[in-house]
C-alpha cells in the first residue's frame, strides 16, 4: 500500500457521522447506491437507515442502534449536548478550507462534464 506524501490529502466523508477518511489508508467503508453515498462503517449505514424510516430491523436492533446512537454519536459537555456529526463537520470543513484536506465524490456522485471534456 502506497501512501500519499503531499497535502491536500484525498478523503471520504462519511455520510451519516460526517468523519473524513483518507482514501490511501484504506477508507474502507460501506458505498450505498440507495443514498448515493459513502458511510465508513456499517453502523453508520444502518443508522441513516433508521433515521430515514426504511431500516427493516426488528424492534430490538432498533433499540440498540438508538442506543448506540445516543452513547457515540451524542456529547454532553456541561448540561449541552452536541451531536458528533456537526462537530465532525465543522472541523472537516476546517481542514478543506485550510487545504489539508480534500472531500472526493463518492463512487454513486453525479458530476458535470465540462464542454472541454467533451470535445476531446
Known amino acids: 500500500?502506497?501512501?500519499q506524501r503531499s497535502t491536500p490529502f484525498l478523503c471520504k466523508q462519511c455520510n451519516f457521522c460526517k468523519d473524513a477518511e483518507r482514501v490511501d489508508g484504506?477508507?474502507?467503508g460501506v458505498e450505498?447506491?440507495?443514498?448515493?453515498?459513502?458511510f465508513c462503517s456499517p453502523v453508520c449505514y444502518?443508522?441513516?437507515?433508521l433515521f430515514q424510516g426504511d431500516s427493516g430491523l426488528n424492534?430490538?436492533?432498533k433499540q440498540q442502534l438508538i442506543k448506540t446512537y445516543n452513547n457515540c454519536f451524542i456529547k454532553t459537555i456541561g448540561n449541552k449536548d452536541f451531536h458528533v456529526a456537526d462537530i465532525n463537520e465543522k472541523r472537516v470543513n476546517r481542514m478543506v478550507r485550510s487545504g489539508q484536506i480534500k472531500i472526493?465524490?463518492?463512487l454513486?456522485?453525479?458530476y458535470q462534464i465540462d464542454e472541454d471534456d467533451e470535445n476531446s
Open 1 to 3: 500500500m502506497s501512501f
Open 26 to 28: 484504506g477508507a474502507i
Open 32 to 38: 450505498s447506491l440507495e443514498y448515493r453515498a459513502w
Open 46 to 49: 444502518q443508522l441513516k437507515r
Open 59 to 61: 424492534r430490538e436492533n
Open 104 to 106: 472526493i465524490k463518492d
Open 108 to 110: 454513486y456522485s453525479n
